[in-house]
C-alpha cells in the first residue's frame, strides 16, 4: 500500500494508452486468477473489488461500512463485470469494465487532485506511475 495523488486526467491518460492499459490488465488478470483457469470467479475478484477504491465512492471515506451492506455492494460489482452473468469473468470482460469503472472515477474526480491510499500492482497504481515514473533513489 502506497498513498498517491492523482486526478482525473491521470487515468484517462493512462486508458488512451492503449498498451500500457492492455499489458497491465492482462497483468492483473492473471495475478487475480490463482487457479489458472483463464476465469475469475467471485472470491478470486474480491481482491480486484477492494482494490478498486469504490466504497469510497458509495459510503465516503473514513466511514466503516457494515459488512452486510459491504457483501451486497462486491455483489453487485462482480455482477456489473460478469456482463453475460454465467457467474465467472473472463479477461474480455475484466478489461471492459475496468475501463468502464475508470472512466467513471476519472470523472468523478474531475480535476481535483486526490489522495488515495493504492494498493502495489492495482491498476490504478499503475497508472500513476506510467505519469510519474519512480526516481530512483
Ligand atoms: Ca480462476
Ligand atoms: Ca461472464
Known sequence: MSVEILDGATIVNFLQDEEAFS?????????????????????????????????????????????????????????????????????????????????AMANGLGFLPVQMVLEEDSILKKAVEREFPKVAS
Open 23 to 103: 499489458a497491465s490488465v492482462l497483468n492483473r488478470f492473471a495475478y487475480l486468477d490463482t487457479d489458472n483457469d483463464g476465469l475469475l470467479s467471485y472470491a478470486e475478484m474480491l481482491k480486484e473489488l477492494q482494490s478498486l477504491r469504490v466504497l469510497e465512492t458509495h459510503f465516503g471515506i473514513d466511514v466503516e461500512p457494515d459488512p452486510d451492506e459491504l457483501a451486497r455492494v462486491y455483489e453487485s460489482l462482480f455482477v456489473q463485470f460478469d456482463h453475460n452473468l454465467n457467474g465467472t469473468i473472463d479477461l474480455d470482460e475484466f478489461k471492459k469494465e475496468t475501463k468502464q469503472m475508470m472512466l
